[in-house]
């Protein structure tokens, strides 16, 4: 079990290490992370909704890239699940 706070880019590197570390191969993935917040579209800046996509996407999509090279992801295969966990 790997915990970390995605909510920076470099989040993903220290979790692909971690994998590494204990050289284990990967044969499946859940990404359960997400934040949001509720505001009058007006109100939505473009920062904030970088950060998001930061989080709730692009860092799920990243490290699952780099745990299905060849050199991490068992030989067999193995299952993938994005979750929602934002309202």
């Not at 692909?16 to 009058?40: D, Q, R």
């Not at 920062?47 to 490290?63: T, Y």
């Amino acid at each position: 079990l790997i915990i970390a706070d995605l909510a920076t880019p470099e989040s993903v590197d220290t979790i692909v290490s971690a994998i590494k570390e204990m050289s284990v191969k990967v044969s499946g993935f859940v990404h359960a992370a997400g934040m949001s917040t509720t505001l009058p579209l007006k109100m939505t800046v473009s920062k904030k909704m970088v950060d998001f996509f930061q989080l709730n996407v692009a860092s799920g999509v990243e490290i699952v890239g780099k745990i299905t090279s060849k050199q991490m992801a068992d030989e067999r295969g193995g299952s993938v699940v994005f979750i929602s966990s934002v309202m």
